[in-house]
Every structure is written in structure tokens, then in C-alpha cells.
């Protein structure tokens, strides 16, 4: 829609140096260090409490930091966030829009906020409200639109200002798969036309279909960065075989077939190998033997596939839950 | 351009134009309900001026050398305005504040929190202007009112709506829900407008209730309205003037630190 020529931009959209949150004795964030590119998209992946949010308000002012170095569009945070906000879209996790305004009125007013005279919002209206799939509902309330579309609409309103930078708080949580897929397309768009993308996300397939790098992060720090497929290369065999259900009809007493498979013959094949309740899961670079041997078993269950970012994050997070 | 940002959560406001857009939005969606809200805040004060103006009117002939519904217009001016301004900042700010997050979003803009606060109080100073006038003109037309001074009556009208604004923006900055309003409409804003010399003069209470009253922002607010709009020079102007400023700058601070500490935290 707009395009900000890669060479041109040449500070760092975002830096972020040694950045330290704590609440009380609760370090939230610790130490993180990340640099975008100008024109890539980059994915900040991690559980819930894993510290993304803070760090994206650390990195837009709106929360002092406990330590480090933030400068956002060239500009250090947050003593001049206020400024550098003018060159930055954001689209939150939760939704904020005005009810009490229509869809055109919500860009209207929000472009104010950056200072743009009425001519100029209005004359940018259509092209926006286009770009979200709304301009049949222009003059709709916000009460009448689906999750979809409101969340549509909180990106076009992140855009209004025409950022060079976007930020986005995990923007599909919540959508159904068409809602996101939508997304996912006017995301590449914006890409591809140059603008700079941060967003998080818990969802490994978005992060995997959009980044060009990627952070894994955990309890305040990053374990990981890269490519998507380096990240994946780099942590974790190539295949992965599950292995469930009954093994030979003799499950143990409190165990599951899976698992007294696993203890049994899992070694012999697999370099490394967890159980997770019902579930064993192997990683190995070459998955023919195995997959030989487990035809011969009566009663298992078993499922190959390759590696994803979903291993990755799991075997570097874990699989409590965090609630 | 180096600006330093001091760290202190009761640091000096920063008020930019940057407000001017957050008022506007306010007052866009005002526009679109206005008559209907212009109807509501003049009713009660309605009800209660005639209804107690022409009730006890009968039994009390005069208060002062006026007529009782003379008496207390200034009174039912006053506490309107107070009434509309800490609705406007309890009820509505809050909404936008905690349940529909608008000040968040205004805040992924460039627009600091300092000046989204500021308009909320310029704005609940402005909408109670807006009912403040309409009541001038009902009373007006009821022939309550001598013209000489009454256009004083405007800025002190805002000026009343900026302190109690002030003041209400400190219950929003530190309430849970909606219900802890409730604390301070029974527990501050009907006692005070019980002694500060809205439905009668103040000098018949206990000497103790008289000075609570004079350290309370609504007695001064009702000893410059009344003389006004009776078409007299009120007296004591300035300190009445300084208390209620006083009021508004002091709210406006604490209120900005405790919801810097609660939003920026």
C-alpha cells in the first residue's frame, strides 16, 4: 500500500539493548537484545508470561525500563518515545476500538491523535477501510462487526499514520482460521511493500509462515534466534515420530502402552525421546528404522512427520502449562 | 534536542496541544447524544428547583431580601455543575480508561498520558459548561436571574467544573469498578452539598460544619454564584477564586501520578 524504499531506512527500526523489567522481586524481563532489520518481519515467540508484551510496552514508552537501552525509529525510549511513536503502528492484543463510533469514524479520530488534518484522514479512508475488506462498512457500528473484522479494522487504524514500523500483540489470537488467514495475507502485503514487522504470537505456523527471524523466549530472556528453518535445523533432529495407544495389549499398571514401549526399545532408534502422558515422542534424523521396527509392533499408534518450530519451542520451554 | 523525562510518578505535568485531539474525540461522541444529554443533566436540577423552590417556597417567604427559588438557583447552578463534571470523570473517564481501553489505544499514539488526562479534565469542565448554560437560560426565562453579572457565571461555571473534575479523576485513578463511586457520592459529594449553602445559608449550621464547609471546594463555588447571578459584586472574590483553583491543580496532580502509577507501571 506503501512503500518505504529498504535503503533508505538506515537506522534500526527498533534496538533494543540489555532491556531489564522488574516488578517487586520479579524480574519479567531479563536482559533481552534484539536489532530488526529495515523491511523484515520479525516474531517474538513465547508462552504466556514469557515477558513479549512487556517488552513491546518497554519498547514504546509506556512503561519506564528497570535497565537497558531502547531506540525506536532511530530515537531513544523512552525519553523521546512520544516522537518516535509518529513513525510506528500498533495493533494490541486486545481490542480497542471506539464503540461508540463507525468504522470510518474510529480512523478519523484516531489519525488526529498523529496530528493529520481532517483532509488528509479522510482522503486516506477509502484506501484503508479497502485494504481491511470494509468498505461496505464504512458507516457500521462497531457493535456489528465480527471478531474478524474488528480486528481488520485495528490493523488499518495501526496504519493510518502510515508507520515504518508495525507492532503487532499476538494479532490472531482468537480468530477463526479464514479471519486469520486474511491477516496472515494483508501482513505479507505490508512486507512486501517494505514495511517492518514485529510481531508475537504463540502460535507457531503464524510465526513460521511470516518471520524472517525469530526469537524464542522464555521467562524474560531469548533462548533462541534465527530463521525459521535455522532455528529448526540448529535445536532439534530432523524428524520427529509419535508413538501412542497400546503396546502388544500388556500396558503396565499406571503406565501407558506408550510408555513402556518408549523405556523398552526407544534408545535403540531415536537420539533423544520424551514422554508426554499418553504420548512418546522421538526425534531422529532418520526415521526408517524405527518406522520398520513399530510395523512389527501390535496394537501402537504412530505418526511421522518432519520437525517444526513447535518441537523447538517445547523442548526449549517445556511442556508445563502457564496459566 | 536532548529532553530528559524525570523518573517520579508525582513528577510536574506535561501538557502538550496534544490534547486538543483526545478532547475533540470526547466531544465527537457527545455531538452525537447531545440533545438527549443536554435533556438529562437539566432535569435533575429542574425537579429539584422548582419542586423544592415552589414547596418550600411556600413556607419560607425569604432568604436575604430574595425570593426562596431566587435563593437556590445559584445553589441547584452550582451543584449541577459539580454533579456534571464528576460524572463525566468518574463514570465516563473511567469507562475509557478500564473497560473500553481507549486510553490505551490514544497511547500507542503520540499522545502521552499527561495530555489524555488533561483532556478528560478540560472536557468534564467543558460538557459541564455546556449543562451549566443550559440551566442559565431555563432559570432565565423563569425571570430568576439579574443580567448585570451573569456572563461571570461562564467561567466560573468552568472553573467549578475543572475542580471537581480534578478531584473525581482522583477516585477514577484508584477505583476497582464502578461501584467504588458510589463512596464518594454518598460519603463527600451529598454531605457537602447538604452544608455548603445550596438549599439554605450555611451560617445557621454549627461553627465546626461552617469551617468544614469553608475548607470544601462547593461553598466557595455557591458564594460567588449566588451574588452574581442576584446581580451583586460577590465578596472575598479572590479567595474563593484561589480555593477552587487550588482544588483543580492539586486533583489534577495527584490524580495524573496515581494513574501514571496504574497505567505506565
Known amino acids: ?323 | 534536542m536532548a529532553t530528559t523525562t524525570p523518573s517520579s510518578t508525582f513528577r510536574a505535568p506535561r501538557i502538550t496541544h496534544r490534547f486538543v485531539p483526545v478532547w475533540r474525540r470526547n466531544f465527537l461522541v457527545w455531538r452525537k447524544l447531545a440533545l438527549p444529554s443536554v435533556l438529562g443533566n437539566l432535569a435533575d436540577p429542574m425537579i429539584y428547583l422548582f419542586g423544592l423552590g415552589f414547596g418550600i417556597g411556600m413556607l419560607v417567604p425569604e432568604i436575604g431580601g430574595v425570593s426562596y427559588i431566587s435563593f437556590l438557583a445559584a445553589g441547584m447552578v452550582c451543584s449541577s455543575t459539580m454533579n456534571s463534571a464528576s460524572f463525566e470523570v468518574l463514570y465516563s473517564s473511567f469507562s475509557r480508561m478500564h473497560v473500553q481501553r481507549t486510553w490505551d489505544a490514544i497511547m500507542n499514539a503520540p499522545v502521552d498520558l499527561d495530555d489524555i488526562v488533561f483532556a478528560e479534565l478540560v472536557w468534564a469542565a467543558s460538557k459541564a459548561l455546556l449543562s451549566g448554560v443550559a440551566i442559565l437560560i431555563v432559570i432565565a426565562v423563569f425571570g430568576l436571574v439579574d443580567s448585570r453579572y451573569v456572563l461571570w457565571l461562564l467561567p466560573l461555571i468552568f472553573l467549578v467544573g475543572l475542580s471537581f473534575g480534578a478531584l473525581g479523576l482522583v477516585m477514577t485513578s484508584v477505583a476497582p469498578s464502578y461501584d467504588f463511586f458510589m463512596y464518594y457520592f454518598t460519603l463527600f459529594i451529598t454531605p457537602m452539598t447538604l452544608i455548603s449553602g445550596v438549599f439554605f445559608p450555611a451560617e445557621q449550621l454549627p461553627a465546626a460544619v461552617q469551617v468544614a464547609a469553608s475548607l470544601l471546594p462547593l461553598s466557595h463555588a455557591v458564594e460567588l454564584a449566588r451574588p452574581l447571578l442576584l446581580g451583586k459584586v460577590p465578596s472575598d472574590v479572590v479567595l474563593h477564586l484561589v480555593v477552587l483553583a487550588a482544588y483543580g491543580v492539586g486533583g489534577f496532580w495527584v490524580a495524573l501520578g496515581l494513574t501514571r502509577r496504574r497505567l505506565l507501571g
Not at chain 1, 513491546?56 to 514508552?61: H, P, Q
Not at chain 1, 518406522?291 to 518432519?306: E, K, N, T, W
Open chain 1, 1 to 323: 500500500m506503501h512503500a518505504v524504499p529498504r535503503g533508505l531506512a538506515l537506522a534500526s527500526p527498533l534496538e533494543i539493548r540489555g532491556l531489564r523489567k522488574r516488578y517487586g522481586d520479579n524480574e519479567v524481563v531479563a536482559g533481552i537484545d534484539l536489532r530488526l532489520n529495515a523491511g523484515e518481519c520479525f516474531t517474538l515467540l513465547g508462552p504466556n508470561g514469557a515477558g513479549k508484551t512487556t517488552t513491546l510496552r518497554c519498547a514504546l514508552g509506556l512503561t519506564r525500563p528497570s535497565g537497558g537501552e531502547i531506540f525506536l525509529a532511530g530515537l531513544p525510549v523512552p525519553e523521546r518515545a512520544r516522537e518516535a511513536r509518529m513513525r510506528v503502528g500498533v495493533v494490541p492484543q486486545q481490542d480497542n476500538l471506539d464503540p461508540d463510533f463507525t468504522c470510518a469514524e474510529n480512523l478519523l479520530v484516531y489519525g488526529r491523535y498523529f496530528g493529520l488534518d481532517d483532509a488528509t484522514i479522510t482522503a486516506r479512508i477509502p484506501e484503508l477501510l479497502a485494504f481491511a475488506g470494509l468498505e461496505s462498512k464504512r458507516d457500521a457500528r462497531i457493535q456489528s462487526l465480527s471478531g474478524g473484522m474488528k480486528r481488520r479494522l485495528t490493523l488499518a487504524r495501526a496504519l493510518v499514520n502510515r508507520p515504518d514500523l508495525l507492532i503487532l500483540d499476538e494479532p490472531t489470537t482468537g480468530l477463526d482460521p479464514q479471519a486469520r488467514h486474511l491477516i496472515w495475507e494483508r501482513l505479507k502485503q505490508l512486507i512486501r511493500n517494505g514495511t517492518t514487522v514485529l510481531l508475537t504470537t504463540h502460535f507457531m505456523d503464524e510465526a513460521e509462515r511470516l518471520a524472517d527471524r525469530l526469537a524464542i523466549l522464555d521467562a524474560g530472556r531469548i533462548l533462541t534466534e534465527g530463521s525459521p528453518r535455522e532455528v529448526i535445523a540448529a535445536q532439534i533432529e530432523a524428524q520427529v515420530v509419535e508413538v501412542y495407544g497400546d503396546w502388544n495389549g500388556a500396558a503396565r499398571n499406571g503406565t501407558s502402552g506408550a510408555q513402556a514401549w518408549a523405556e523398552a526399545h526407544a534408545c535403540a532408534f531415536a537420539r533423544r525421546y520424551e514422554v508426554s502422558g499418553e504420548t512418546a515422542f522421538c526425534y531422529l534424523d532418520d526415521a526408517a528404522p524405527l518406522m520398520a521396527h513399530l510395523a512389527q509392533q501390535s496394537g501402537l499408534r504412530y505418526l511421522r512427520r518432519p520437525a517444526n518450530l513447535e518441537d523447538v519451542f517445547l523442548k526449549l520451554t517445556g511442556r508445563d502449562l502457564r496459566d
